[in-house]
Structures are given as C-alpha cells and as structure tokens.
C-alpha cells in the first residue's frame, strides 16, 4: 500500500508535485497517467526516498522507504532502466545487489528466468537493448520479491511479447494481493492492464479512479443505429432535439439518448431498425478529453493547424500525409 498525504516538491521556481494525496490499494494494478512533465516520475522518487518533498508526506506499507529494515522485500521499483553498472553482466548486477541486501543466489536464477534474460545473462549489461534493459530493470525490482512493486514506463522499449508479459506479470502479482503502480503513456496497455488509475496534469490530481468509471464520465452517450431509413429516423428523433450524425449509408450516430428511446421511437413510427449498438469511448479518447487543458509540452505539425477534433494539437491529416512534423516545447 502506499499511502501520500499533501506531497508537494518545488525545483526553484517550478512546483514538480502540488500537494497531492492518494492511495495505492493492494490486490490491485494502479496506473499512473500523465502529459509529459506532470509529475509521475518525481512522485516515484519520493515514494522510493531518492527525492525529498518539500512538503507532505508518503509511506509504503505504513513507513517512509529509509525506515524499512528490508526495503527490497517492501518495495521494488523501476525507475531508471540505465541505472546499472554498464561493464558488469546482468548476472553480476543481480548477484551483487542480492548479496547487499541478503537475497540468497537462488532468486537471482528465478528473476533472470521471470525476465526473460536467460540468454544474454552473462553479457555486458552495457551492450543490452533498450527493451534488454527494461527487462534487466524489471529483474531488479522483483529481486526482493516485494509486496509494492513500482515501475516507470516499464514496457517502454519492448516488444509485443514484453508488453504482454509486464501486463501477465502485473495482474499475475496484483492476483497474488501485490501493490502495483505504474506509469504509462500507452493508453491501449493501460486499459488492458489497469484496474485503477491515478491521472495527474501540472502536479495535481485530476482523477483518482477505476479504468471503467473514467471512460463512462469522459463519454458521451452515443449509439449506432443502422436502418434503411435514415432520413425519416433523423428527421423524428431531430423532432426530438436529439443530435444525430450520419456517416456512412444506413448509418447514423445518436448521440445523448438511450437505445430504449431510439427502439420506442422506431417501432411508433414503423420505422425499421436493423442494429442499435451502444457506443464507448477508448480510454485514450477519454484521457485527452480529461488532460487536454494540462499540457505543457504541444507537438505541432508543419502543414497546418490543428483539427477541432484534434488530440494535443496534433493534426491527423498531417499525420496520415506524412506531412514533416516539428516537435516543439512550450513551457507555459
Ligand atoms: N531535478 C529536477 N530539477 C528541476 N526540475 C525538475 C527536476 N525533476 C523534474 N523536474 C521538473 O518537474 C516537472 C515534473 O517532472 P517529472 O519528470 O516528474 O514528470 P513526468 O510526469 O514523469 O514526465 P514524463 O512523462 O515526461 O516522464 C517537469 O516540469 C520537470 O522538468
């Protein structure tokens, strides 16, 4: 469990992490989201004691990090996949950092099995690849076999097979009552992965929440009717003050009313409907919709400005163009 009370950290004259409070349950996979530069990474060097707050407080399983007597096996974390000895094997990472902390050979072996790094376990841990590295750094974080586990963008780098083996692994340990926090710009991951989530924008919490619960009220309700008649269908429901959209030949996009009230509607008027599906938003759609006033760091495309319904001003028809992009950042 890991437990933060008004956590604030202030660099000069940027405030990083502004007072924030919540609670990471165990039993569960909490994601930690974020634009670039909210925050996620410096409030996981509080948790783990490598950065001190400026004020505020945060305890896992019920003390600070330091007044652990065996951190390892409290807590586990990835923070820095590159934070190894880039001349020592991964092996020879490993093993040292589990004599340090009284970690018998044995759970080395196991770690480097879990990880995937049989292979290239006696090679320069300075040669690995990025997703090599990550797996090196995921290793580390379970040598304690921790009750929290913590991990910073950790599929970052791996290849489909990677990705899916962190989320196997995270569910895997969340089953078995571990704490899990991770952060992760990849929606699509996060939703299959995610039980809870903690969104931050700016240093603040703007949502603190289960995965379904953030996508239900960042949606708006729509439903895809498929008729024959769809002038007569949205002439009756515009009767209505309904919106409805129609994109595709036999198709329209209702938006704001129940799939009851359409159904009523079509049957009254002898209308026949074919298909009435309830439509949901991803959680990528419902997370830009959540952050799209907290982002510091814009990406704007050369070719033209942004679309209305384009995410963090990003153009998609440039996109699909291939237009040259420049990345540009504006700290406001
Ligand atoms: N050591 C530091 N000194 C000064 N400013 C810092 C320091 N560490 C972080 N910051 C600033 O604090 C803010 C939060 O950074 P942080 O790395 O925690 O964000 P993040 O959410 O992890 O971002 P990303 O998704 O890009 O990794 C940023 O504006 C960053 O520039």
New binding site residues.
């Given amino acids: 469990m890991i437990e933060a009370k008004g956590l604030r ?1 202030v ?2 004259t ?1 405030t ?2 502004d007072g924030i409070s919540f609670t990471v349950r165990p039993g569960k996979v909490t994601g930690f989201l ?12 509080m948790i783990m004691g490598l ?1 001190r707050p400026t004020s505020g407080d945060v305890t896992v399983n019920g003390r600070h990090y330091s007044e652990h007597k065996a951190p390892l096996h409290q807590v586990g974390a990835l923070l820095d996949a590159k934070a190894v000895h880039t001349s020592r094997s991964a092996y020879n990472h490993l093993r040292a950092m589990a004599a340090t902390h009284g970690i018998p050979n044995s759970r080395v072996e196991e770690v480097i099995d879990m990880t995937g790094l049989t292979a290239v376990a006696k090679k320069k841990a300075g040669g690995f690849s990025l997703g090599m590295g990550q797996r090196l750094g995921i290793a580390n974080a379970l040598l304690g076999d921790p009750q929290t586990l913590i991990l ?2 950790p599929v970052n780098g791996l290849d489909p097979e990677g990705v899916q083996w962190v989320r196997n692994l995270a569910r895997y340990l969340a089953s078995q009552g571990k704490t899990i926090f991770i ?1 992760s ?1 990849l929606m699509s991951e996060m939703a299959q992965t995610a039980d809870n989530l903690i969104v ?1 924008g700016r ?1 603040k919490i703007i949502a603190d929440t289960t995965v379904d619960a953030l996508i239900e009220s960042q949606s708006r309700k729509r439903t895809l009717v498929r008729t024959s008649e769809t002038t007569r269908l949205s002439e009756l429901l515009a009767r209505d003050g309904v919106r409805v959209e129609q994109n595709e030949r036999e198709t329209l996009e209702v938006y704001g009313v129940e799939p009851l009230r359409i159904a009523e509607l079509a049957l009254d008027n002898r209308v026949l409907v074919y298909e009435l599906t309830p439509l949901t938003s991803s959680l990528e759609e419902a997370y830009f919709k959540l952050t799209k006033d907290e982002v ?2 814009h990406s704007h495309m050369t070719g033209g400005p942004a679309g209305p319904g384009a995410p963090l001003g990003v153009n998609p028809a440039g996109v699909g163009a291939g237009t040259a992009a420049t990345m540009e950042g504006i ?1 406001s």
């Fill in positions: 950290k660099y000069g940027k990083a992490v974020g634009p670039n530069g909210a925050g996620k990474s410096t409030t996981m060097r950065d910073d963008e952060s710009h931050i240093g510091e760091y700290q």
